[in-house]
């Protein structure tokens, strides 16, 4: 029994089902990850995982209990975090007033937490009375995962953190990824550089048209053939 | 089945009015009946608009307004005097305005930076005073002609009919200039712009006295039926009176009624017939592809605000429209006297009770709510005194309830706009194939 | 010398302090819409009308206050009266939520559902008000009328002209600085406040993070009603209490929220007093103010006045329009269209 898992989730938006008979999960401290090509359904996997899409089958369990039924707001409260895609940080808002919403639901002191975070993200606390709006590409997806850090998940959910930046930040953003896992939070991350990702993770699943089309170690995946020859370039 | 359903709706609809002719008398039911009519105009050309579109007029009342200008301008005599008086002035001060708007867009479309905006105001200034110096003396010139009388230009001297076109074109004209600022923005700017065009449009009215003599109003407008007094002494109209065994005077009242609802039904059933044809064709298909589902149709190189444009503008003309034969029923132009209430907000009323995007719909609901409308009055009035009859003479809330009863009026139609809107937003006959 | 003295005095008179009560008054209007879209993201047709309904509340409380002897001289009874009637209206418009726009946000309606069930809100409201209070012209300031009479400060100054100050516009301008500094105190540094900002700038993401929508919508309208409340009745202080009156101060309340930056509160303020010194100034009629400064033979016979004030809504809307032809999201960037 994993940490967090969806299993067989079947769904979608509207009418048609984008996801079918869709299973993905990761333990406490390791890190799953999920590619294929675009529009295999990675981030509608990741949001009917959260709750943000109704699957009419399958189930997500979180230690041990059914949350199938649960909204996103209370898997929040659960234990979740998840960082969107696109539109994940508050623009208007500064970094520090991000990093206070992210812990809205919490009513103890947060400040350890924060300062955890500007640790992880040196950057952050330099910038901290900036608008999220006028950082980089990269400084702005460091804020986004610090908001989610806030709630202090035991599952920390990443849909592509490093589309847009460029290498050096991604290998940046990829170490801070491998010290979060480290601290035992269980990491779910979807991502477009495939072949770095898998590099990093326990767990790798390729998902083509909603379906599980390869599970296995990251490990194995790089050395699986047929996945080199069609998801990572040869 | 759905047929048979609208039939009896609107056989229904016919049943209440004739209710109102046994009951009170043929004379107020016609007078309910004629402004069905106009009402349901007005819904139709309205329900062009949201029902086809989806855009959100809250200015109904100023479209209306312009087409009551059409009758004025089109039917009254001239006044000579003011126009040797001034005429010339106001045209010269309009071309003056017109120089000027086209000086600004020119300027804007050649500089940049901070000498357009500098240019751009220089002109504005010069050209506001400038046209202003024109336009001034004209005005006092034709406003002091025989003030208590005319005072204004007067107008072609055209049969009132003729107006009801015009009044569409002028109505078209404001709603060009509208959609080309608010369309193509958010939905709700479009509501805001002509919320003001139409409080800006009676402002005007109101005051420029040389136009339409102001809240002076204009009575006596020319009538597209004959006079009641004319067929009571006409030979053909006394035989035929008497060959159906009714007083002349109250027959003659009643056929005019009768002549102006013909002329209103051929109107509408012309409209009615117009916008069915519309909603039908390829590009009624594809207005209401582009209501459903924008960004589709935006994908596929449709170009939405120009389609909008059309639209609103074909609505406003058919307000307008109503607007004049609004004003020509009348027989008077009373600027004081348009109010949102009745001309902008009890037209939607007529629109969402109706059933947005079904023509009938507009048609039935344009009907119904204007019979209610009436009739609430009188129902009203003797709900308070019900409410009222247990309470004392000198009881000052008793006297004040029935002094408010009027404004229940207000409430209920509000009520009833937010009911259907919740429960039924279909109306009462659906668009067909629905949203 | 004086001449330009005196010139400056009647300018001051008739249209600085005018405007800037005026200006306040409409801020605190804008300030009301802005948040309504902000954070419900549409038009609020029936916000001039929730004006109009606190302040009939905070007459009627005056009127008792008044009847019982109740005073607070020099300064005016209705603000005693205020708060209840922010109360009233609160709950006014907590039930309207609940009735009316609560179902449309369910089932996430196109914005313009909202706007127009807002048009259907504002009629009854406007009916409401009418019933209870009726349509006509309503006085209820009492208190000392005048802090600077233009008579005293002519004895005192000697000067030919005179300059009001009346205590409703000082009133007006000190109340709106207070409200002001208190709302954007809790926008900036409460908890609560910053979770409003949040929920504004990305809806998706406040729910991620747990904020809850119902509570944020619950408090906007809480904090719109009390500045529909206050800014009604200030101008209804100011100048009178008419219902037509407030509905027509829809058009001026829009523009200066669209000035400004639709959703923007810093907007909402300048544009208030963007639009009301347009309208103060171009409808003051200049013939003495020019009288004082140009030479004899050039003194204008005219009134010299750009617009009647019959037409002060059109310089509302042209401001309107010249903003959405040239800069739709207003000065400070407001909401993307
Ligand atoms: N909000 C949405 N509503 C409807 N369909 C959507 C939505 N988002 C994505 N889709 C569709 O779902 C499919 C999978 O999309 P997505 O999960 O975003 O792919 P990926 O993240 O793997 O690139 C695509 O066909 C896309 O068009
Ligand atoms: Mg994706």
């Known amino acids: 029994m994993s940490f967090l898992s969806g299993e067989n989730m079947t769904g979608g938006y509207g009418a048609a089902d984008i996801l079918h008979d869709c299973t993905i999960a990761v ?66 808002l500064t970094v520090q007033e991000n990093l206070e919403m992210g812990a809205y639901i919490r009513t103890d002191d947060f400040s350890e937490t924060m300062e955890r975070v500007f640790e992880l993200f040196p950057i952050l606390k330099e910038k901290r009375n900036q608008q999220a709006g006028e950082l980089s590409g990269g400084q702005r997806q460091q804020v986004a995962v610090g908001r989610a850090l806030m709630t202090q998940p035991k599952v920390l959910m990443l849909d592509e953190p490093t589309a847009g930046v460029s290498p050096i930040v991604m290998d940046e953003l990829f170490d801070n990824i491998i010290e979060v896992a480290k601290t035992g939070i269980a990491i779910l991350m979807v991502e477009q550089n495939a072949r770095q990702a898998l590099n990093i993770a326990d767990k790798g699943y390729v998902l083509v048209q909603g379906r599980n089309r390869f599970t296995d170690t990251g490990e194995a995946l790089l050395a699986n053939p047929e996945v080199r020859k069609s998801f990572l370039g040869g | 089945m759905r047929i048979h359903r609208n039939v009896l709706l609107f056989a229904g609809m016919f049943g209440l009015l004739a209710i109102v002719g046994f009951g009170q008398s043929w004379s107020v039911a016609l007078t309910i009946f004629n402004l069905c009519l106009i009402s349901s105009v007005m819904a139709l050309g309205v329900n062009i608009q949201w029902g086809y579109a989806g855009l959100f007029n809250v200015g109904i009342m100023g479209f209306a307004a312009l087409g009551g200008v059409a009758a004025v301008l089109v039917s009254k005599p001239p006044v000579t005097e003011a126009w040797s008086a001034g005429a010339a002035g106001i045209g010269l001060a309009i071309i003056s305005l017109g120089v000027t708007i086209a000086a600004t867009i020119y300027a804007r479309r050649k500089l940049t930076g901070r000498r357009r ?27 002091a002609i025989e003030p208590a009388k005319t005072g204004y230009l007067g107008g072609l001297g055209l049969p009132v009919i003729v107006s009801w076109a015009v009044g569409g074109l002028f109505a078209a004209g404001a709603a060009w200039l509208v959609g080309k600022i608010a369309l193509g923005l958010r939905s709700d700017y479009l509501a805001i712009a002509t919320l003001g065009i139409s409080e800006i449009i009676i402002a005007v009215l109101k005051n420029e006295d040389w136009l339409t003599r102001g809240v002076k109003n204009v009575a006596g407008l020319d009538r597209p039926v004959p006079r009641e007094i004319e067929l009571q002494n006409t030979d053909w109209f006394i035989s035929l009176a008497d060959t159906l065994g009714t007083n002349v005077i109250s027959f003659s009242s ?48 449709k170009d939405v605000t120009r389609r909008h444009l059309q639209v609103f503008i074909l609505g406003s003309a058919v307000v307008g429209i109503a607007g004049a034969m609004l004003t020509t029923l009348d027989g008077q132009f009373t600027p004081g006297t348009y109010n949102p209430l009745r001309y902008t907000f009890l037209i939607w009323v007529m629109v969402i009770v109706g059933g947005s995007g079904n023509n009938w719909g507009s048609v039935l609901g344009g009907f119904l709510i204007w019979f209610v409308w009436i009739e609430a009055e009188p129902v009203g009035a003797w709900l308070m005194d019900v409410v009222t009859s247990g309470m004392s003479e000198g009881n000052g809330l008793r006297d004040h309830l029935l002094k408010s009863a009027p404004h229940m009026r207000l409430m209920v139609m509000g009520m009833i706009l937010l009911l259907v809107l919740r429960f039924s937003p279909r109306g009462l006959i659906p668009e067909k194939g629905g949203r | 010398m004086t001449d330009i003295l005196n010139a400056l005095i009647l300018f001051a008179n008739f249209v600085l302090v005018p405007a800037t009560a005026y200006g306040a008054q409409l801020a605190l209007g804008a300030l009301g819409v802005t948040l309504v879209f902000g954070i419900l993201r549409f038009s609020n047709f029936a916000h001039g009308d929730t004006m109009a309904f606190g302040t009939m509340v905070t007459i009627l409380v005056t009127w008792w206050f ?156 809480i904090i719109a009603a009390a500045l529909a409340t206050i800014a009604g009745t200030l101008y209804g202080l100011d100048k009178s209490f008419k219902p037509f009156t407030y509905f027509q101060l829809l058009l001026p309340i829009f523009a200066a929220a669209i000035v400004g930056g639709i959703g923007n509160p810093l907007g909402a303020i300048a544009g208030g007093f963007v639009v009301a010194f347009s309208e103060v100034t171009i409808t003051y009629a200049y013939k003495k103010f020019l009288r004082y400064l140009l030479p004899e033979n050039l003194e204008p016979d005219s009134l010299v006045q750009l617009l009647s004030t019959d037409y002060k809504f059109a310089v509302s809307f042209v401001i309107l329009v010249m903003v959405l032809l040239i800069r739709p999201t207003g000065i400070f960037k407001g909401k993307v269209l």
């Open chain 1, 27 to 92: 333990e406490k401290g390791e890190i799953a990850v999920i590619v294929g090509p675009n529009g295999a359904g990675k981030s509608t996997a990741m949001k009917a995982v959260f709750g943000m899409l109704s699957i009419h089958t399958g189930r997500v369990v979180l230690d041990g209990t059914d949350i199938s039924g649960l909204s996103p707001q209370d898997r929040v409260k659960a234990g979740m975090g998840f960082v969107p895609q696109t539109n994940n940080v508050f623009t208007s």
């Open chain 2, 254 to 301: 009643i056929f005019v009624k009768l002549s102006y609802s013909v002329l209103f039904a051929v109107v509408l059933l012309a409209i009615m017939w117009l916008s069915e044809k519309a909603l039908k064709s390829p590009w009624g298909r594809m207005m209401r592809a582009i209501r459903d589902n924008r960004d589709a149709a935006e994908a596929m190189g």
């Open chain 3, 66 to 221: 008044q009847s019982m002897g109740v005073s607070i001289h020099p300064l005016p009874t209705a603000l005693l009266a205020l708060p209840f009637g922010i109360l009233a209206t609160v709950g006014m418009l907590l039930a309207t939520d609940r009735l009316v726009y609560r179902f449309y946000r369910k089932v996430k309606a196109a914005p313009i559902v909202f706007v127009m069930s807002s048009v259907g809100v504002m009629f009854v409201m406007n009916g409401i008000v009418r019933f209870i209070i009726g349509p006509d012209d309503q006085r209820f300031a009492d208190g000392e009328r005048f802090i600077i009479k233009a008579r005293d400060f002519k004895a005192a100054t000697g000067m030919a002209e005179g300059l009001t100050i009346k205590v409703s516009q000082a009133l007006t301008l000190g109340i709106a600085v207070i409200v002001v500094i208190a709302l954007f105190w809790f926008l900036q540094r409460t908890r609560t406040g910053k979770s409003m900002r949040a929920f504004s700038d990305n809806e998706d993401l406040a729910l991620l993070s747990g904020i809850s929508p119902e509570r944020v919508v619950m408090i906007t309208w």
């Open chain 2, 117 to 143: 905006s500098l240019v751009s105001f220089a002109i504005i200034v010069a050209g506001f005073f400038i046209t202003r110096g024109i336009f001034d003396p004209s005005v006092s010139a034709i406003e």
